[in-house]
Every structure is written in C-alpha cells, then in structure tokens.
C-alpha cells in the first residue's frame, strides 16, 4: 500500500474518531493509533511508533493525549500538536460533558452498569493485547539486555509490587547508561 500524503484533516479526523470510539484509555487507543499510522496512513514507521509510546508512557499525564502530541510533533511540528491534541481531547470532552449532564440517571441505570461492566472485559483483552505486541516487537530485536531488562521489570513491578514510576526510572537509567557505554566502545 503506498504511504497515503499528509493532511492536517485528515490528522484531525484520524486522532477524533479513534478518540470517539476508544475506551479505556492510552492502552487501548495507543495500538489504534499505531493500526492507524503505521499501517494505514504508513505515516511512521514501528519502531519509531514504539519510541513514541515509551516517551508517552513515562512522561506525566495521559497516555494517549502524550502519544497525539509526539504523533503530532513528528508529522507537522507545533500545528500538527494543536491538532491532533484537539481530536483527541475533544470527544472525551463533549462525552464527560454529557454524561455529567444526566449522572444521576447514568448512575442508576442497571443496563448502563452492565454495559460497563463487560467493556471492563474488553478493555483488559485490549490491554493484554498491546502488552503481547509490544513484547514481541522488543524480542523481535534480539537483543538479550533488552529481553532481560523486559522481564525482569515486569516481575518486580508485579511480584515485589514496586511502583511503575520507579521501575520506568530505572530502566531508562540502564539505558542512558548502555547508550554511553555503547558510544564510547565505538569511538
């Protein structure tokens, strides 16, 4: 499939309706985006998709308004932020907006309960989705620090309980480290 040409409508439209009919946040629309972009549109390649969702996933706030800007930032600089910022930030907004409007009938509406309940349902096979794609692509690399660091990271985070933040810390330490280390083997 040929790369379809860049347009900021077309930017806007993607980041509105994958936004619109996403739910359960950047877990679940981040692999959309990835279907969208890289797939799709082939707007930006996996491994740079992969390096956008790591920034996004250790920088403070949302994950997928995070991963709209660096989608954004890469495809058209500033105007490509505000953009892709707007569609997704938008549905959210008009949807909370709504529902905040009725809540108390939202609240007790036993058929809106279960609805909820089994997107609970899809959502974590969403999730559990990414985690398998995600660990794929980094032992695709064969690369065995990686793979370790991988694994071990997701058996301290959940066995010994340690927070998320701590771990994403240390593992971008391990590879400022690497990087120099590497850079400093090849001069």
Known sequence: ???QPFTYRKLFTSTFFLSAFTFGGGYVIVPLMRKKFVEQLQWIDEEEMMDMVAISQSAPGAMAVNTSIMTGYRLAGIKGVLVSVTGTVLPPLLILSLISYFYIAFRENAVIGAVMKGMQAGVAAVIVDVVINMGQNVVKEKDILSDLLMIAVFLITYLLE???????????IIGVVRFYYEKRKAA
């Open 1 to 3: 499939m040929d790369q």
């Open 162 to 172: 340690v927070n998320v933040a701590v771990m994403i810390a240390f593992a971008a």
